[in-house]
């Protein structure tokens, strides 16, 4: 049986409608034109979406946690499961045109009676805890799986927001010139020490399942771990530093990726980041003439040589190992974000920002909660750095890692979405840290994993390197 616990009532209504408000803005970015397109030919096509969001909320919460019917069985049925394929014909039979989507005005429809059905037992109901979070984070973890894939779409197929540089909250951070330019002085400053040294020292991955109130399953159970020192890059690697790389050859270099990453680069004829345009890029993309390009959300804009590289973790591996260095741990990353029980040598700065029950850490400053479509200079948050003065690790891209996503001890498969972290447990998908512009407050602690594949190249993620 689910846990049935009191929960604020208030809060959880105002938290759904918030989510059911952010995902309509973000639906709304999109020319109906581009509906039942797939800006990514590895996941569903647009309309599957926004009627996946109320379908697994009602499945989540309604029938799993409260024992509740249907909806609309049809419906559900349809918008239940996404899709994770490792190339794209295996994505083509569950999103090709045999697959006959219903009208926009029918998939509307559909999200406001299932809307109703879980507004009424937010309202009448005892919550069961497990079932509800699930519902709610689910849908703003989508929301920037959404936004990410718009970011592919042609920019004639969106439509820009009113409000210069606001996110999908409608009153998100967009950076200033003045703040760019105060940013790319902190980022200059910091790039005289290029490193820090993370002693030797203990790290806590995940959460104590007794002393918390929700976490999905692949979060459970807490332990602690040894970490040898690590020398760590101060700042995430910048378009300008992946520049190099390219220039020098990097993505023609056979010696520097893994099997699986070369095989991708050269099948997919990959030449540099996703999220770059080139010189070379057909004429009707916007400023194809002028040397590289950010593929912004609205437009594309030179380069931003100071704004984070986004990349797979295939990219970060090739550049770490161009470096002579290589892509941090999980552990790693917590060691060096939040401390985590000190370092052997008893200094203040392995203090770490959790009690005792992993409870009391508040998230710092940073780009992260929908605060804009694009990222921000690197350095452009100081006040948030780590305890060692690594910078931007929360927030502005999630952080790969070089570990391959697994269960931690104590794993056991959550009763309102079993197959969440479970059907992932491959040996093909890596480990994400922190938080990306798109990424909401409510996902922003240290327990929290993401995962990819090592050669997904849409996902708003950064790294850095570390010896």
Known sequence: MPTILA??????IAWYRRNRVRSERIFDLVD??????????????IVFYEGHLPAFSVIAFLRRGLGKPPVDRRLEDLFARGIDPDSVDAAVPRSGAQTR?????????????????????????LLPVEGLYTALEHEAMHQETLLYMWHRLPFDQKRRP???????????RGAT???????????????????????????????????????????FEAHRVDVGAFEIDILPVANAQFLDFVNAGGYETRELWDDEGWAWIRADHVEHPAFWLSGDAPRSSPLASRGWQWRGMFEAIPLPLDWPVYVSQAEANAYARWKGRRVMTEAEFHRAAFG???????????????????????????????????????????ESAGPWGAHDLI????????????????????????????????????????????????????SFRNWFRGNYPYVYAKFRTVA
């Open 340 to 382: 985590d029980g000190g370092s052997t040598s008893g200094g203040d700065h392995g203090s770490t920002r959790l009690d005792s029950e992993g409870a009391a850490w508040t998230a710092p400053p940073g780009h992260y909660d929908f605060a804009g479509f694009d990222p921000v200079p690197v350095g452009s948050f100081p």
């Open 395 to 446: 927030g502005n891209g999630w952080e790969w890692t070089s570990t391959v996503f697994g269960p931690f001890p104590g794993f056991r498969p959550m009763a309102s979405y079993p197959e969440y972290s479970a059907e992932f447990f491959d040996g093909r998908h890596y480990v994400m840290k922190g938080a990306s512009p798109a990424t909401a407050k409510e996902l922003v602690r240290p």
């Open 32 to 45: 109906p034109s581009a509906y039942y397109t797939r800006p990514i030919a590895l996941r569903n096509p």
């Open 7 to 12: 929960v604020d009532r208030a809060a959880a």
């Open 162 to 172: 009113s409000g210069e540089g606001r996110g999908a909250n409608g009153e998100g």
């Open 101 to 125: 989507w219903p009208s926009r005005d029918d998939v509307r429809a559909f999200a406001r009676a299932c809307d109703e059905a879980i507004l009424g037992a937010l309202r009448e109901d």
């Open 177 to 219: 010139g003045e703040e760019r330019g105060a940013s790319r002085g902190n980022a200059a400053r910091l790039g005289a020490a290029e490193s820090v040294v993370v002693p030797a020292g203990t790290a806590t991955l995940g959460a104590e399942r007794a002393h918390t109130v929700f976490g999905w399953d692949n979060e």
